[in-house]
């Protein structure tokens, strides 16, 4: 462990980012949180410590990461008070919730996934309100309003007020017969509580079909599989958005997502199909240059390593799009020099100068046009070429 910790140490910072992130994330708190002052900092960024799940699948059922003695030793006592503000989202089960509840106060808390729970003990813990959170594969029937008041409802008699986002899942052949939109929205017509929406998108590549049925106002804080049929909104606690589509996204859905979603911290795209209505943005009205430009006014961290070129000109061009912090920018090499032309591209070159952290392996890193162009970067970013 001393041998691997000095190993780490050498690093840079956005190179050990990149490393932890291919780990579990409170195994990384357990082994690192303590041994040194610049891994605390590291490790107390969202990314890290946002999200905590102390358990893990194995053989159709969750199992604890650690021990509960482990678990009160180490994480009761000295981590979760160190990183408590930044927790949102706990995943814990009956054998270390009581230690893990009790160990500080959570005050940005907003979801807890509990697992191996007994009936009873859910039925005590949740009696007036309850905000359910589920993703789920299913085989012939989606989440529908009698599995709710079924499986759920029903069990819990002094409930007045339950919200919920639900994403049915489910693996679908040329022989497949869906319900319509319509037809799942309608058993939702006698639902009692709030107002709902939902929508459906077939994926013929991925041969699956997702439906999204969620209660609206809505507090939930990601919003993932963002497609075509984005229905709107206004959702001011979602930081999270991730969007795919077997069909090309337009210039117009990045301006609903922005409008849809102003606090947006974090995007992940995956589209490889082109666009079909590329704007010119050759208009000489520059009232029209502006309206049509997506303003992200949070965002920081921006993830298009499975997009077509037309995606990746959509954030970098200025006449497309403007950042007002700095990113982190997950990239193809190859994409992006097409994009920025080899470092000659005029009207990418503003929103370049936004991105603060580049995770690319190319050797033309280290070229003074490279530097020119992303001026923001770090200088201990450029050791990751030479690391890889």
């Avoid at 490279?370 to 200088?379: G, R």
């Amino acid at each position: 462990m001393n041998r691997s910790c000095v190993q780490l140490k050498d690093l840079p910072d956005e190179l050990l980012i990149f490393v932890f992130k291919q780990m579990n994330n409170v195994e990384v708190l357990y082994s690192l949180f303590g041994v040194d002052e610049r891994f605390d900092s590291i490790l107390q960024d969202p990314i890290f410590t946002n999200r905590l799940n102390f358990l893990k699948w194995s053989s159709k059922k969750f199992l604890n990461i650690f021990s509960p003695d482990i678990i009160f030793d180490r994480f009761c006592l000295q981590i979760l008070p160190a990183v408590r503000e930044k927790i949102q989202w706990l995943g814990i089960d009956s054998s270390s919730m009581k230690q893990i509840l009790h160990a500080t106060h959570y005050p940005n808390l907003h979801g807890l996934g509990l697992f191996n729970i007994e009936k009873e003990t859910i039925k005590s813990l949740f009696t007036e309100t309850l905000n359910l959170s589920l993703s789920i594969s299913v085989k012939e029937v989606f989440i529908d309003e009698h599995n709710l008041r079924s499986k759920i409802v029903h069990h819990l008699s002094r409930l007045s007020k339950f919200t919920f986002d639900i994403h049915s899942i489910m693996n679908i052949n040329h022989d497949t017969i869906l319900p319509s939109n319509e037809d799942i929205r309608n058993t939702f017509k006698d639902f009692q509580y709030t107002q709902m929406i939902c929508y459906m998108d077939h994926f013929l590549d991925r041969k699956e079909c997702r439906y999204h049925a969620y209660t609206y106002p809505s507090r939930m804080s990601y919003y993932q599989f963002t497609s075509n049929r984005f229905p709107g909104g206004y959702y001011p606690y979602v930081h999270f958005v991730s969007l795919y589509d077997e069909h090309a996204f337009e210039h117009e859905l990045f301006l609903r997502i922005a409008q849809s979603f102003p606090l947006i911290q974090k995007l992940v795209l995956n589209n490889a199909k082109r666009q079909q209505y590329k704007q010119s943005y050759k208009s000489t009205n520059d009232n029209c240059h502006l309206s049509s430009i997506v303003e992200y006014s949070h965002l920081i961290e921006l993830d298009v390593q499975w997009a077509h070129d037309d995606y990746i000109e959509e954030f970098l061009c200025d006449r497309k799009a403007c950042f007002h912090k700095n990113i982190r920018l997950y990239v193809v090499d190859d994409a992006l020099l097409r994009v920025i032309k080899h470092f000659t591209r005029e009207d990418t070159r503003m929103n370049c100068t936004k991105v603060d952290n580049l995770l690319v392996w190319a050797e033309w890193r280290s070229s003074k046009c490279f530097q020119e162009y992303f001026p923001s970067l770090k200088e201990d970013d450029a050791y990751i070429s030479s690391f890889y």
